[in-house]
């Protein structure tokens, strides 16, 4: 495993984190809990030390197996990361933004609770919150850090805007935006990030699946499926697209004998101004795939290679 000094959190993270999206909802394919217990303490065993979870992720499930998950292990050995802010409304069905004190104090009862545990080192304003003002959420997380039950404070989704406006009233030590090979969307506003020592999280990595290479013909995932919902990966053009690039991951995991998922890892955690990547693991062997990304490391050529590629697919 390789490892990043976060600068304004000063802590050591693992270049890879779980990502725990998937195993908490319903529409993201088939989970099993017991198995994706089994992967999260995979992914610690294999140097991980970092994980990142919602309490939307299936109202509260997601919380739950990472509670389990990380039951037995030293709580000053791994870093747990959620969020606030992103209520599950479910009479209408959808989510409600709520960065308020009130319902920050709420949430984080809640999370700790979910989570068995006394305290965050990460907690994250999960999207902007247009209808409160961002000095009485940062009053709310400011109260938290001298309470003692948060340690570092997040944003996610947040614009280089929004980002300097918070800071008016509270440090920002980390930032969640989407980035991967097929979503380059918000790369500036990673490296400004990085230039003032907020250090990142990527999330959707491996681009809801669709780097792994273990799919190759447009799929017909149910209704509903966020794979389709929150993602455009597998809709046209894009999708063919994407299976041009993954001729050129092909030849390079080849190369190296190894998983075409490992040439992504690689290339979004070589990247200096990413933190960490967000992986997702639904069992044992993903995370010990996923691990194993680090025994090797693309050269500087094949970076190069890629994203000349990327340039000439204009994919992110």
């Given at each position: 495993?390789?490892?990043?000094q976060?600068?304004?959190?000063d802590?050591?993270?693992?270049?890879?984190?779980?990502?725990?999206?998937?195993?908490?909802?319903?529409?993201?394919?088939?989970?099993?809990?017991?198995?994706?217990?089994?992967?999260?303490?995979?992914?610690?065993?294999?140097?991980?030390?970092?994980?990142?979870?919602?309490?939307?992720?299936?109202?509260g499930?997601?919380?739950?197996?990472?509670?389990?998950?990380?039951?037995?292990?030293?709580?000053?050995?791994i870093l747990v990361?959620?969020k606030?802010?992103?209520?599950?409304?479910?009479?209408?069905?959808?989510?409600t933004?709520?960065?308020?004190?009130?319902?920050?104090?709420?949430?984080?009862?809640?999370?700790?609770?979910?989570?068995k545990?006394?305290?965050?080192?990460?907690?994250?304003?999960h999207?902007?919150?247009?209808?409160?003002?961002?000095?009485?959420?940062?009053?709310?997380l400011?109260?938290?850090?001298?309470?003692?039950?948060?340690?570092?404070?997040?944003?996610?989704?947040f614009?280089?805007?929004?980002?300097?406006?918070?800071?008016?009233?509270?440090?920002?030590?980390?930032?969640?935006?989407?980035?991967?090979?097929?979503?380059?969307?918000?790369t500036?506003?990673?490296?400004?990030?990085?230039?003032?020592n907020?250090?990142?999280?990527?999330?959707?990595s491996?681009?809801?699946?669709?780097?792994?290479?273990?799919?190759?013909k447009?799929?017909?995932?149910?209704?509903?499926?966020?794979?389709?919902t929150f993602?455009?990966?597998?809709?046209e053009?894009?999708?063919?697209l994407?299976?041009?690039?993954?001729?050129?991951?092909d030849?390079?995991a080849?190369?190296?004998?190894?998983?075409?998922?490992?040439?992504a890892?690689?290339?979004?955690?070589?990247?200096?101004?990413?933190?960490?990547?967000?992986?997702?693991?639904?069992?044992?062997?993903e995370?010990?795939?996923n691990?194993?990304?680090?025994?090797?490391?693309?050269?500087?050529?094949?970076?190069?290679?890629?994203?000349?590629?990327?340039?000439?697919l204009?994919?992110g």
């Amino acid at each position: 495993m390789r490892y990043k000094q976060f600068k304004n959190a000063d802590v050591l993270v693992s270049s890879l984190a779980v990502g725990t999206w998937a195993i908490g909802v319903d529409n993201y394919g088939q989970v099993d809990r017991q198995e994706a217990v089994k992967g999260i303490r995979a992914m610690i065993d294999g140097g991980v030390n970092l994980i990142d979870t919602a309490p939307c992720y299936g109202n509260g499930a997601s919380e739950m197996i990472v509670g389990e998950a990380i039951r037995e292990v030293p709580r000053d050995k791994i870093l747990v990361s959620t969020k606030f802010g992103l209520v599950p409304d479910l009479y209408k069905g959808g989510y409600t933004r709520n960065a308020s004190y009130k319902n920050v104090m709420r949430e984080i009862e809640s999370s700790l609770l979910n989570l068995k545990t006394d305290y965050l080192d990460f907690y994250f304003v999960h999207w902007p919150d247009l209808d409160t003002p961002i000095d009485e959420t940062m009053a709310a997380l400011s109260t938290l850090k001298k309470q003692g039950k948060i340690r570092f404070v997040g944003v996610s989704n947040f614009s280089e805007e929004q980002i300097t406006e918070a800071e008016k009233y509270l440090k920002i030590d980390v930032q969640q935006p989407p980035f991967s090979m097929v979503n380059q969307k918000f790369t500036e506003l990673l490296k400004w990030g990085a230039e003032r020592n907020i250090d990142s999280l990527t999330y959707g990595s491996l681009g809801a699946g669709i780097l792994s290479g273990a799919v190759r013909k447009l799929p017909e995932y149910e209704k509903g499926d966020l794979r389709i919902t929150f993602y455009d990966f597998y809709k046209e053009p894009k999708f063919s697209l994407i299976m041009e690039l993954l001729k050129t991951m092909d030849k390079i995991a080849e190369a190296h004998n190894k998983p075409v998922a490992q040439v992504a890892i690689n290339w979004s955690t070589q990247k200096s101004f990413v933190g960490t990547a967000l992986i997702g693991v639904r069992n044992e062997q993903e995370a010990k795939e996923n691990c194993a990304a680090f025994d090797w490391s693309l050269s500087e050529k094949e970076m190069e290679l890629l994203d000349k590629e990327l340039t000439r697919l204009q994919i992110g």
